[in-house]
Structures are given as structure tokens and as C-alpha cells.
């Protein structure tokens, strides 16, 4: 087993968690909707909560797929193994805070999408600048980060996200949501 194959075992062990903890809350979500239906109760997925999982579930593909770019410079040792903890970790708290645990506690997820999306987009925003400062410094891969799609990309990112943490209304955040999501499926098709 190479060095990388035995830390993208960990990393890749707490980014599918956080990947189960998407798809658990959504169903935990259709769950309650269900139950809402059969008992004449009121209860709304909405849209806002639905957008921030597939693009917290996109993001975080972006990043496993960055960790392949790495390989060649992964080496086991404490240090390596608690930053991937440190990261992945944190992913999963992201993943963790799209659904509520209780979602029948809601009229509407689009309340729950408020009250969460700035610590959850805050995460991915420390994620996005630890993932710079490493590529920054590793000469290869900061030379691809300085090339005009990825840098504009990467800027196009941060504006949406920052605005998705303070924009008010709803429709202004779906509009959002969907740039973010389509951003990642631009850059993916166009790479």
C-alpha cells in the first residue's frame, strides 16, 4: 500500500461520511414529508435546503477529486493524518448542518437553509483557502491555479458564496444556489 492509498483511505472514509449524511438528511426530509401528507400536517422541503445539498455534495466531489492532483506528494506521518481529519472533519460538519436531525420540527427547510448557510458556506470557504494554501505552495499545481478558468472560477466561487451567506430573500438565493451549481458543472464539463 502506497503512502497516498493509506491517507485517502482516512480521507476518503470521512468524505463518503459526509456524502451518507447529505443523502440521510434528504430522505430523513422525505420522510417527514411523507408523514406530513398521511396525517393532514404541514410540512415543506422548499427548495433552499434541497440547492445547498447538491452543491455542498459537488464541492465536496471537487475536493476529492483534488486530492488525486496530490498523490505524488502524500507522505504518512501525524502531521498528514490530523490535517486530513482536520479537513475531511469539517466537511462533515458542512454536510452535517444542510438537514436538521429533527426536520418535522420545521414548517419549512427553507427556515432551516437560513438559519445554517453562513457557518456552512463560512466552512467551505476555510476549506476553499486551506485547499489554496497548499496548492500555493507546491510550484506545479500553483502555476494551474494562476491559468485564466480556474482563477476565474475560483473568484466566481468566492463572490457567489459570500453572497449566498448574506443575500435575504428567497428568490435571490435559488438564483444563487443555481450559479453555484452550474459553476461546478461549467467547470467540470469545460476541464
Do not use: C
Request: net charge positive.
Amino acid at each position: 500500500m502506497s503512502d497516498f492509498e493509506f491517507v485517502f483511505a482516512l480521507y476518503s472514509l470521512l468524505l463518503g461520511l459526509s456524502m451518507v449524511e447529505l443523502l440521510g438528511g434528504l430522505g430523513r426530509a422525505l420522510e417527514a414529508r411523507f408523514a406530513a401528507e398521511a396525517e393532514k400536517g404541514r410540512f415543506a422541503i422548499g427548495s433552499l435546503t434541497p440547492l445547498l445539498a447538491v452543491f455542498v455534495m459537488l464541492d465536496l466531489l471537487s475536493f476529492w477529486a483534488s486530492a488525486w492532483r496530490v498523490k505524488a506528494d502524500v507522505v504518512v506521518s501525524s502531521a498528514a493524518l490530523m490535517a486530513v481529519v482536520a479537513f475531511a472533519g469539517l466537511y462533515f460538519l458542512a454536510a452535517r448542518l444542510v438537514f436538521p436531525s429533527h426536520p418535522e420540527g420545521f414548517a419549512n427547510l427553507d427556515t432551516h437553509y437560513f438559519r445554517v448557510r453562513r457557518l456552512v458556506f463560512g466552512l467551505l470557504l476555510v476549506l476553499l483557502g486551506a485547499q489554496l494554501a497548499y496548492f500555493l505552495n507546491h510550484p506545479d499545481l500553483s502555476r494551474l491555479l494562476f491559468r485564466p478558468f480556474p482563477l476565474g472560477m475560483t473568484l466566481l466561487f468566492v463572490a457567489l458564496v459570500v453572497a449566498a451567506m448574506w443575500v435575504k430573500g428567497r428568490r435571490a438565493s435559488i438564483a444563487i444556489l443555481s450559479l453555484l451549481i452550474a459553476r461546478y458543472v461549467v467547470a467540470n464539463l469545460i476541464v
